[in-house]
């Protein structure tokens, strides 16, 4: 795997998928997927095969309870500045405002509006 990115895809577990769905599309400024019936109530982030970055879905089940004890995912953003003013708006909480991370930029983490803990990513 050399020279790869290892992470080639995500679920994240939530309890509530439209209250999830509605937060991600209000911070990120983005428009999420319902997947077909058949597979599950589930949502995918947006998708493209050329980026260099993975993609990923919000997934409901009734087994999986989301926890802030969960890996973190990073969001890549431009500066994380802008997610982070929307995080509070959409019934999320910041409990790491932007950090530098020296040569690799800078972090954010946030609760979403489902107990995750998930972090935002810049170079700037």
């Not at 509605?22 to 990120?28: G, L």
């Amino acid at each position: 795997m050399a020279n790869v990115n290892p992470v080639g895809y995500f679920d994240l577990n939530v309890a509530d998928l439209d209250r999830a769905k509605k937060f991600y599309e209000i911070v990120f400024h983005l428009k999420l997927t319902d997947a077909p019936a058949e597979w599950g109530k589930q949502s995918f982030f947006p998708f493209s095969p050329e980026s260099q970055y993975i993609s990923g879905a919000l997934v409901e089940k009734a087994d999986y309870t989301p926890s802030g004890n969960n890996t973190i995912i990073y969001f890549e953003t431009e500066d994380n500045t802008a997610e982070e003013q929307r995080i509070e708006k959409a019934g999320g909480k910041v409990v790491q405002p932007k950090m530098n991370i020296g040569e690799f930029g800078f972090v954010s983490i946030f609760i979403d509006t489902e107990g995750n803990t998930v972090g935002l990513h810049s170079t700037k």
